[in-house]
C-alpha cells in the first residue's frame, strides 16, 4: 500500500462514526450476533409428562436457567404439536397475516430456547418488523421518558415529568445519583407527572428493596429493574436465580407494582461468560424464563450494551429479533432505544426505524425528555434537542411513536405548574424549600446548570424522612389539595385507587387520562393485515400533524407591507433604442409578492438591475410581462420587445434570466435559477452584463455560488412563491410598461 | 353478579362492586374529601387477595398461564409482612441458604403464611439450587 494517503479516506476517517470500532465476529467470546457456530442445534425430549433433555443437554447437565424454563417454560402439548412443523412453517406463519397472533403465541409456547431463535433467524429485517407490528401486545404503541437531572433538582424534575406527561408519554422513570435521594425523585415525578396528564406511571430504578419500599408508600407504580442474563455464571453473579427473581416479581405484584424484566443481547459477552453463544440465542434463554416466571413484560433489545452488538455483524438486525422473540412469547416489549447505539445520527436512526416502524408497546425504554448533559441513565440516545426531529419522523411517516407536539406556552404553563406543586407539597411536608428561583429556571431554563445549587445535605435528610416516617402518596394528595393544586391532588389518589384494583398488572398495561387502563387483555392487537390493527389516522393523526412550527401555506405566500412597489403605464411597445435593455417582470412582482425568496425588497433588485444597466452604458426599460409566469418566457417576451433585443426577466421569488429575442424561449444567455444565493450586487451584475450584450461586447458570465442545501431549505417556499405568481398570471394579456416610483 | 373473568376486566371501571381495599372500602370511598378528612390509611391502598386472585383469574382466561401462576403467588404475598417477603427474596438468592432453610422457609410458607403456591416454588428453588451448587458454601448438595 502507498504511503500517501487519500484525502478522501482521511476526511471519512473523521466522521463520527468513526469514533467505535467494528469488529468480526468471535464465537468463542461470545461476539456473535445470531446462528452462533457454537448454539446449540434445537431439541426436545420428554418422558412421561417431564422433559429429559432440551437443545442438546440432558437434564443431568442442565444449569438453573434450563431447568427453570423446563420445569415451567414449555407447554408440552404444544411441544408435541411443534414437533411436527418445520423451522420454516413456522417461521412463514409469524409473517403470514391469515395466521392470527393467538395462534403464534400458543405455538412459542411449544419452542425451546434454541428453537426460537432459530426460527425467529430466518425472517429478514423486513419480515422481522412486520412480525414486531402483528405480534405486538397491546393495540396502540406507546413510549416511555426518562426524567433525571445532575443537580436532581426536585423542581426540574417535576417540571420535566410534566412535560413528558404532556407530550403523551405513558410512563416517566427517573433514578438517582446518590440513591438516598429516592423517595424525593419518585415524589417529583409522581406530582410532575400527575400535573401533565393523570394516568401516567412513575418509577424510580433504584435497588429493590428501596424500590418496593417506595412502592409500599404509594410513590411509584411500576419497576424494570429485574434484570435477567442468559448464562447462569452471569445469572449469579447478577446475584440471582430465575427462582428468586421470580419470587421478587410476585412481591412486587402483591404490593400492586407493575413489573417489566430487563434482558438484552451482548450482556453475557460483557461479563465474559458467554459460554461460546450467540447473542440471539442466549437471549432467546433469557426470554423463555421470563415468560415462565410470569413477567407481564420485559424491555430488551440489547439496552444498555447495544453498542457492543452494533459493533457485529447483523448486530441491528439482531437487536431487533430480540424485540420479535419476546413479542411473540406474548410478552409486553419496551423496546430499547434508550442507551446511546452509535456516535453516527444516520445509523442510530436507521436502528430506531426497526421499532419505530411497526411499533411496539414502549417505542423505547427511556426517551430524555431533558437534554442529554441531564441523563443520569448514562444514556438520552434520543433527547430533548432531538423532539423536534421524532415528531418530524412520525409525520413523515405517519407512524404513531407516543410523543405528542406541544405548542411552547403550554409546555411552560405546565412546567412551572408542576414546579409549583412540588414546591408547595415540599413546603407542606417540611422539606427544604423550593425557591421562586428554582420554579423560574425550571419553567425556562435548558438544562440543570440554569438552576441555582440546593442544600445536598438537608434533602438527603428530607428523603431519608420520607422513609423513617412513611410519608406516604396519601401525604402528598393532602398537601397538594391544601395548596389549591385540587386537579393534581386528584390525579394522585386516583394512582392509588389503581393500586387497589390492581388491573395494570396485566399485559402492557397503560392508563388512559380518565383512569381507563389499557392492557393487551381489554385493548389487544389484532392486526390481520391491511385495514386492521392499530392505524394512525383521524384525530390521532391530524395531532401528530400539527407540529408547532408547521406553517399555513397561505401565509408563507401573501405580501407584507403596503402598497405596491410599482406602477403600471400603459401597454408596452416594441422599442426603437439600439441600446435600449428591457427589464421585464412576472405578474406578481412588487405587487400580489414584494419580495424574493430570499427577502430582497423587490424595489431594490429593480434598482440593482437598473443601476447594471446604466453603470454598463444601456438604457433600461421596465415592463411586467403578464401572459405566463415562467421565467423563460418573461425573459423572451421582453427581450422581443427590447430596442437591443435583450432582456432580463425576473420572477418574484428572484429567479432571473437574460435573453435575446432571436433565441427560442427556453434557450438563454445566461440563466440564474439559484434564486436564494443572489445578492443585490448580483442583480446588479446581470443588469451590467445585459447591457453588455445589448451593446455587442465581450461578456464573462456573473460568477455564482453553489448551495446544495438550497433545494431541501426552499422547495417548499419556491412552490408557493410560483404557485402564486402564476395566478397572478392572465392568458393572452398585454405586456405593460412599469414605472419605479 | 358472579365474577367473570373473561368480561370483568378492567374490575376497576367493570365491577367495582368487586374491588375493595383491606379494611374494606370500596373505591368511590377512597374520596379527596375522605383522604383530607384523613379517613383513608395509606396502608389501605393496596389490592386484596381476592382482588390478585382475581386478575390471576383474568390472566388465565386471556391465556397467560405463567402471568397466573405469579399473580396467584402475588395474591398469597399480599398479606405477608414485607420485611418478611425481603428475607424470604434473600434467602433465594445464591449461595444465600442451606437446603434446610429453604424448607424452613417453605414450611412457614405453607403452614404459617397460607402460601403453599410459594412454599411449593421456594421447595423447587431448593432442588434446582441444591443440584447446581448455589446452596450456602457449608451444605452444598452431593453432586
Known amino acids: 500500500m502507498s504511503a500517501r494517503r487519500s484525502e478522501r479516506f482521511v476526511s471519512r476517517e473523521g466522521r463520527a462514526l468513526r469514533r467505535e470500532l467494528l469488529i468480526s465476529p468471535h464465537p468463542r467470546l461470545g461476539l456473535v450476533a445470531m446462528d452462533g457456530p457454537n448454539d446449540p442445534e434445537p431439541s426436545l425430549e420428554v418422558v412421561d409428562g417431564s422433559v429429559v433433555a432440551m437443545d442438546g443437554k440432558r437434564a443431568t447437565e442442565f444449569d438453573v436457567i434450563d431447568r427453570f424454563v423446563a420445569r415451567y417454560g414449555i407447554d408440552l402439548d404444544v411441544a408435541a404439536e411443534a414437533a411436527g412443523l418445520a423451522d420454516d412453517d413456522i417461521a412463514r406463519r409469524l409473517v403470514d397475516v391469515d395466521v392470527p397472533r393467538a395462534e403464534v403465541v400458543r405455538l412459542s409456547r411449544g419452542l425451546t430456547p434454541a428453537r426460537l431463535a432459530r426460527v425467529v433467524s430466518l425472517l429478514d429485517p423486513v419480515e422481522l418488523m412486520f412480525a414486531l407490528k402483528k405480534l405486538r401486545a397491546r393495540r396502540a404503541p406507546a413510549n416511555q421518558a426518562h426524567v433525571t437531572n445532575l443537580k436532581e433538582n426536585p423542581a426540574l424534575l417535576a417540571a420535566d415529568a410534566a412535560e413528558a406527561a404532556l407530550r403523551g408519554f405513558a410512563e416517566v422513570e427517573t433514578t438517582v445519583g446518590v440513591s438516598r435521594y429516592a423517595p424525593l425523585n419518585a415524589i417529583a415525578i409522581l406530582v410532575g407527572s400527575q400535573t401533565g396528564r393523570p394516568g401516567v406511571m412513575t418509577q424510580c430504578a433504584v435497588e429493590e428493596r428501596r424500590n418496593l419500599q417506595l412502592a409500599i408508600q404509594g410513590l411509584v407504580t411500576y419497576a424494570e429493574t429485574l434484570s435477567v442474563y442468559g448464562t447462569e455464571p452471569v445469572f449469579v453473579d447478577g446475584d440471582d436465580t430465575p427462582w428468586s427473581k421470580a419470587f421478587l416479581a410476585s412481591a412486587y405484584a402483591s404490593r400492586g407494582v407493575k413489573v417489566r424484566f430487563t434482558s ?438 456573473v460568477p455564482t455560488t453553489l448551495d446544495n442545501f438550497a433545494r431541501a431549505k426552499l422547495i417548499v417556499r419556491t412552490t408557493l412563491l410560483h404557485a402564486r405568481e402564476t395566478a397572478e398570471a392572465v392568458p393572452g394579456a398585454e405586456p405593460v410598461e412599469l414605472v419605479l416610483p | 353478579m358472579a365474577f367473570d373473568p373473561a368480561s370483568d376486566y378492567p374490575l376497576g371501571a367493570r365491577r367495582p362492586d368487586l374491588v375493595r381495599t383491606p379494611s374494606g372500602l370500596a373505591l368511590d370511598e377512597l374520596s379527596l374529601d375522605a383522604v383530607v378528612d384523613g379517613l383513608v390509611d395509606a396502608h389501605d391502598l393496596r389490592a386484596t387477595p381476592e382482588t390478585l386472585r382475581r386478575q390471576s383469574a383474568v390472566a388465565l382466561t386471556a391465556g397467560r398461564t405463567r402471568l397466573a401462576d405469579n399473580l396467584a403467588r402475588a395474591a398469597e404475598l399480599a398479606t405477608v409482612p414485607s420485611e418478611t417477603i425481603l428475607e424470604i427474596y434473600t434467602a433465594l438468592r445464591p449461595h444465600r441458604s442451606t437446603a434446610a432453610e429453604l424448607e424452613a422457609w417453605a414450611a412457614r410458607l405453607e403452614t404459617e403464611l397460607g402460601a403453599p403456591r410459594c412454599a411449593e416454588f421456594v421447595r423447587e428453588a431448593a432442588a434446582a439450587c441444591a443440584a447446581r451448587g448455589l446452596l450456602r458454601v457449608d451444605e452444598r448438595a452431593p453432586v
Open chain 1, 264 to 701: 438484552g443481547g451482548g450482556s453475557e459477552a460483557l461479563m465474559g461468560h458467554a459460554q461460546g453463544c450467540s447473542m440471539l440465542y442466549l437471549e432467546a434463554r433469557c426470554l423463555a424464563a421470563i415468560r415462565a416466571a410470569g413477567s407481564q413484560g420485559v424491555q430488551n433489545g440489547s439496552i444498555s450494551c447495544v453498542a457492543l452488538v452494533l459493533s457485529l455483524p447483523g448486530g441491528v438486525r439482531e437487536i431487533l429479533a430480540e424485540n420479535v422473540l419476546a413479542a411473540w412469547l406474548d410478552l409486553e416489549v419496551a423496546s430499547g432505544n434508550d442507551a446511546i447505539a452509535s456516535h453516527s445520527e444516520i445509523r442510530k436512526t436507521a436502528k430506531l426505524m426497526g421499532q419505530f416502524l411497526p411499533g411496539t408497546d414502549f417505542v423505547t425504554s427511556g426517551y430524555s425528555v431533558m437534554p442529554r448533559e441531564d441523563n443520569t441513565f448514562g444514556g438520552g440516545n434520543y433527547d430533548g434537542d432531538d423532539l423536534e426531529e421524532w415528531l418530524t419522523l412520525q409525520r413523515d411517516w405517519q407512524v404513531d411513536a407516543g410523543i405528542e407536539p406541544v405548542a411552547e406556552d403550554e409546555v411552560v404553563r405546565v412546567r412551572e405548574r408542576a414546579a409549583r406543586a412540588v414546591q408547595a407539597v415540599f413546603a407542606g411536608l417540611g422539606f427544604p424549600p423550593v425557591t421562586e428561583a428554582e420554579v423560574e429556571a425550571a419553567t425556562y431554563g435548558y438544562a440543570s446548570r440554569d438552576l441555582p445549587d440546593r442544600d445536598r445535605a438537608a434533602d438527603v435528610a428530607a428523603a431519608d424522612r420520607v422513609l423513617d416516617e412513611r410519608i406516604s402518596a396519601l401525604d402528598v394528595v393532602r398537601e397538594l389539595h391544601a395548596a389549591g393544586f385540587v386537579d393534581v391532588a386528584e390525579a394522585v389518589l386516583a394512582m392509588q385507587r389503581q393500586r387497589v384494583s390492581a388491573d395494570y398488572l396485566q399485559t402492557a398495561a397503560v392508563i388512559e387520562p380518565d383512569g381507563t387502563v389499557c392492557s393487551a387483555v381489554s385493548d389487544p392487537n389484532r392486526y390481520e393485515g391491511p385495514g386492521t390493527g392499530y392505524r394512525l389516522e383521524g384525530e390521532r393523526w391530524e395531532l401528530l400533524q400539527r407540529l408547532p412550527y408547521v406553517l399555513d401555506p397561505e401565509r408563507v405566500s401573501s405580501p407584507n407591507g403596503a402598497g405596491p412597489v410599482v406602477s403600471e403605464a400603459h401597454v408596452a411597445t416594441i422599442g426603437d433604442r439600439p441600446d435600449e435593455v428591457v427589464i421585464a417582470v412576472g405578474p406578481a412582482f412588487g405587487g400580489a409578492l414584494r419580495e424574493t425568496i430570499n427577502g430582497l425588497d423587490h424595489a431594490d433588485v429593480l434598482r440593482a438591475v437598473v443601476d447594471g444597466v446604466h453603470e454598463a452604458g444601456a438604457t433600461p426599460r421596465l415592463v411586467r410581462i403578464r401572459r405566463a409566469s415562467d421565467v423563460a418566457f418573461i425573459g423572451h417576451d421582453g427581450a422581443r420587445l427590447s430596442g437591443s433585443g435583450v432582456a432580463v426577466g425576473l420572477q418574484s421569488k428572484g429567479t432571473a434570466v437574460i435573453h435575446r429575442a432571436d433565441l427560442q424561449p427556453l434557450d438563454n444567455l445566461e440563466l440564474f435559477g439559484m434564486s436564494p444565493l443572489y445578492s443585490l450586487d448580483s442583480y446588479r451584475a446581470m443588469g451590467r452584463n445585459a447591457a453588455a450584450y445589448a451593446l455587442g461586447e465581450a461578456v464573462g458570465p
